[in-house]
């Protein structure tokens, strides 16, 4: 009945403001799953706009249902990615022992709802415990090479338990976990192992896997999933394809400097002069990290990794396999830190002896973005050698 209210006199003060708590926590957390709301058509009313431009393109009901999917899993999973980057920004000035403590008591707190210690408390309260045991999975790569940076820059072997926090956290996604664990073992001088590891992150890195980024530059209304992504969804267990078929951004922290690649070391002071000013406020945590796409990493990786095993054919199609997923417009529709991936390959054209391509390349990266990029350094870095 129009404009007839039933819930009128039918709840008391208390219970309104017991029904408001409950909605302002799924509007925080859970918000897609309004969209699947029988009662009442709620679902379809809310989606409207989405149904609406569906059927003026005339798309059959199921490429709406993928449309609709797609914007949710990439929806949750964006939230998901945002909510550690907070919870790891809250100990940003730790030194790399604190940190360890601060996430190995938070990991063992986190399933258990036992949170008044720590000052995340305000943003795992908002999570259900699902996603709660998913992230303190998820910071176990944190913890592990945060510990295994430790021991590489004091000389100490990385024990078995480092390799479990690694093992704890390496279907978290189908990427970035893998990608730290080579890029240690890579710093640590076991080369085939970190071989053996890049060849299994590019076999599970089909055209099907989606980029995800909790950053801030991506926004899941504007960029859509990929269309073989949405596609799984619809035909698979939604849980198992969330872990093997999403990438997230690969994100070193300053107390996990041992564990990356020396280049990757001028992202974490990428700020020069007056930068930092600069800065929006969802960048001015993650910009003191190095933070890439899990895919030109991979390729990267393997440059570093084959050129120091002495393969160079597989070297040479590394490089040339991450100049496509930088270059190639059809990549960059899943990259979100292209300055950091340009900068990669343009390392990589420096180690080939090409100084005057790759500082083209940076100058360009500078011009594009004139602020906060560490193509600042590398150009003074190479017009000093030149």
């Known amino acids: 009945m129009d404009e007839v209210n039933l819930f009128d006199g039918k709840l008391n003060s208390d219970q309104r403001v017991r029904l408001r708590t409950v909605l302002d926590i799924i509007m925080d957390t859970h918000l897609a799953i309004l969209a699947f709301v029988k009662t009442d058509d709620l679902g379809v009313r809310l989606l409207n706009n989405v149904y609406t431009v569906a059927i003026r393109n005339m798309k059959p009901r199921r490429a709406m249902h993928e449309e609709i999917t797609g914007f949710l899993s990439v929806y949750g999973n964006v939230f998901l990615a945002r909510s550690i980057r907070n919870i790891l920004e809250e100990a940003a000035d730790n030194t790399p022992d604190e ?4 996430l190995h008591s938070l990991i063992n707190a986190m399933p258990f709802h036992q949170l008044h210690r720590h000052n995340s408390e305000h943003i795992l309260s908002r999570l259900d415990n699902v996603n709660r045991v998913y992230i303190s999975r998820y910071l176990q790569q944190h913890l592990a090479s945060t510990a295994a940076s430790i021991c590489l820059h004091h000389g100490m072997q990385i024990g078995n338990r480092i390799l479990t926090w690694y093992s704890a956290a390496i279907d978290t996604n189908v990427a970035s976990t893998r990608l730290k664990l080579a890029s240690m073992l890579y710093c640590k001088g076991d ?50 394809l969330m872990t093997h078929k999403v990438a997230y951004c690969v994100r070193f922290l300053r107390q996990e400097v041992y564990c990356a690649p020396p280049i990757l070391h001028f992202e974490m002071v990428r700020g020069v002069e007056d930068d930092i000013q600069h800065r929006r406020s969802n960048e001015r945590g993650w910009m003191n990290w190095a933070v890439v796409d899990a895919r030109p990493f991979l390729h990267y990786l393997q440059y570093l990794t084959f050129r120091d095993l002495g393969l160079r054919h597989r070297q040479l199609q590394a490089l040339r396999t991450l100049r496509e997923s930088i270059l190639e417009d059809s990549r960059q529709h899943q990259m979100f830190h292209f300055e950091t991936a340009a900068n990669l390959l343009a390392h990589c054209w420096e180690m080939e002896g090409w100084i005057d391509d790759a500082l083209r390349l940076y100058l360009a990266l500078q011009t594009n973005m004139p602020r906060n990029n560490a193509a600042n350094m590398h150009i003074r870095r190479l017009t000093n050698v030149l």
């Open 191 to 240: 080369l085939q192992m970190a071989a053996n590891v890049l060849e299994d992150v590019e076999r599970r890195y089909d055209n099907t896997v989606q980029a995800i980024c909790g950053c801030g530059r991506m926004d899941p209304l504007v960029r859509k999933p990929r269309k073989e992504f949405t596609e799984l969804l619809n035909e698979g267990d939604t849980d198992v």
């Open 99 to 102: 940190l360890c403590l601060y």
